[in-house]
């Protein structure tokens, strides 16, 4: 298939098919066997989704257009103030590290990991920011590892 977005993390925009209902969180995977499909959060783990290891194969490119690409999960730190919502309900301050992660539904949520004496801590309740508010963060680079570590709320 051609015109194919990238691999990635989406919202629906509409209803596909039977399985995947509108305004749902998906991974799209491009390429693969037996081609092109829609993966579905089984879990969550330290603030990140997880997939089902099967997905929902796209019958054609068209699904696609009804995709809304999202920012990736991971660490990022604040380019420059701004609050969660119009209600202004949280600052996140200039220069600080948060964590993205999504809900079901894609919503933005925002969490602010801490020091503590044994290394840092990622909280599991976080705060649904406003999408348009995310241009705000700068991703940063971290290395990933499949290797589990004793205690996966920690990063020693």
Not at 34 to 47: E, F, I, M, Q
Not at 104 to 111: D, H, S, V, W
Request: charged share 20%; hydrophobic share 30%.
């Amino acid at each position: 298939m051609s015109s194919l977005p990238p691999c990635g993390l989406y919202r629906t925009r509409r209803a596909l098919g039977t399985t995947i209902p509108e305004g749902r969180l998906v991974y799209f995977h491009n390429h693969g066997d037996p081609g092109p499909g829609l993966y579905l959060p089984s879990g969550w783990s330290v603030n990140r989704a997880r997939w089902h290891a099967h997905g929902t194969p796209i019958p054609n490119p068209e699904w696609a257009e009804h995709l809304e690409p999202l920012h990736s999960e991971g660490l990022y730190r604040v380019r420059e103030a701004f609050t969660c919502c119009d209600k202004r309900c949280r600052t996140f301050e200039e220069e600080l590290l948060v964590q993205l992660g999504y809900n079901g539904t894609a919503e933005p949520i925002l969490f602010v990991p801490e020091w503590t004496p044994t290394g840092l801590r990622f909280p599991t309740t976080g705060t649904v920011v406003a999408q348009g508010r995310l241009d705000l963060l700068v991703p940063l680079k971290v290395e990933e590892t499949q290797e589990p570590s004793e205690d996966r709320a920690f990063v020693h």
